[in-house]
Protein backbone atom coordinates (compact mmCIF):
# COMPACT_ATOMS: atom_id res chain seq x y z
CA UNK A 1 0.00 0.00 0.00
CA UNK A 2 1.93 3.44 -0.83
CA UNK A 3 1.76 5.84 1.29
CA UNK A 4 -0.49 9.30 1.91
CA UNK A 5 1.33 11.97 0.37
CA UNK A 6 0.59 15.57 1.06
CA UNK A 7 -1.03 17.77 -2.30
CA UNK A 8 -2.05 21.30 -2.74
CA UNK A 9 -4.91 21.58 -5.63
CA UNK A 10 -5.25 24.87 -7.07
CA UNK A 11 -9.12 25.31 -8.04
CA UNK A 12 -11.52 28.10 -9.22
CA UNK A 13 -14.88 28.07 -11.24
CA UNK A 14 -15.39 29.05 -14.58
CA UNK A 15 -19.05 30.30 -14.56
CA UNK A 16 -18.26 32.65 -11.95
CA UNK A 17 -15.39 33.83 -14.04
CA UNK A 18 -17.66 34.28 -16.59
CA UNK A 19 -20.49 35.88 -15.11
CA UNK A 20 -21.08 39.68 -16.00
CA UNK A 21 -19.12 42.28 -13.94
CA UNK A 22 -22.22 43.71 -11.55
CA UNK A 23 -23.89 40.19 -11.82
CA UNK A 24 -23.59 37.67 -9.20
CA UNK A 25 -23.78 33.76 -9.45
CA UNK A 26 -27.19 31.90 -8.62
CA UNK A 27 -24.96 30.21 -6.22
CA UNK A 28 -21.28 30.69 -5.60
CA UNK A 29 -19.60 33.56 -4.05
CA UNK A 30 -17.64 35.98 -6.21
CA UNK A 31 -14.54 34.21 -4.58
CA UNK A 32 -15.03 31.48 -6.62
CA UNK A 33 -13.61 33.27 -9.73
CA UNK A 34 -10.08 33.45 -7.74
CA UNK A 35 -7.79 30.67 -7.33
CA UNK A 36 -8.39 28.61 -3.97
CA UNK A 37 -6.22 26.30 -2.73
CA UNK A 38 -6.82 22.75 -1.07
CA UNK A 39 -4.89 20.60 0.91
CA UNK A 40 -5.40 17.00 0.13
CA UNK A 41 -3.90 14.00 1.08
CA UNK A 42 -3.68 11.24 -1.50
CA UNK A 43 -1.15 8.66 -2.38
CA UNK A 44 -0.43 10.07 -6.11
CA UNK A 45 -1.42 13.28 -8.02
CA UNK A 46 -4.40 11.68 -10.12
CA UNK A 47 -6.01 10.43 -6.99
CA UNK A 48 -5.91 13.70 -5.78
CA UNK A 49 -7.28 15.39 -8.86
CA UNK A 50 -9.82 12.67 -8.47
CA UNK A 51 -10.83 13.59 -4.73
CA UNK A 52 -11.50 17.04 -5.87
CA UNK A 53 -13.71 16.12 -8.85
CA UNK A 54 -15.85 14.71 -6.72
CA UNK A 55 -16.30 17.22 -4.02
CA UNK A 56 -15.58 20.12 -6.91
CA UNK A 57 -17.35 18.96 -9.81
CA UNK A 58 -16.23 20.22 -13.50
CA UNK A 59 -19.72 19.80 -14.82
CA UNK A 60 -20.64 22.52 -11.77
CA UNK A 61 -17.54 24.89 -13.51
CA UNK A 62 -15.10 23.78 -11.36
CA UNK A 63 -11.72 24.02 -12.89
CA UNK A 64 -8.53 22.84 -11.86
CA UNK A 65 -5.81 24.81 -12.18
CA UNK A 66 -2.68 23.02 -10.82
CA UNK A 67 -1.72 20.00 -8.23
CA UNK A 68 1.69 20.80 -6.15
CA UNK A 69 2.77 17.43 -4.71
CA UNK A 70 4.61 17.44 -1.50
CA UNK A 71 7.83 19.18 -1.45
CA UNK A 72 11.15 17.19 0.07
CA UNK A 73 14.59 18.81 1.56
CA UNK A 74 17.59 16.18 1.94
Same mark, same amino acid.
Given at each position: ? &? #?? =? &?? @?? #????????????? *?? %???? *?? #?? +? !?? %??? !?? =? +?? &? @? @??????? #??? $?????? $???????? @? =?? &??
Amino acid at each position: M &S #AL =K &SF @EV #AIYNREVRLVAEG *SR %HRDL *SD #AW +A !DI %HYI !DV =K +AT &S @E @EEARAQI #ARR $YPPGQG $YVIEDVIG @E =KF &SD
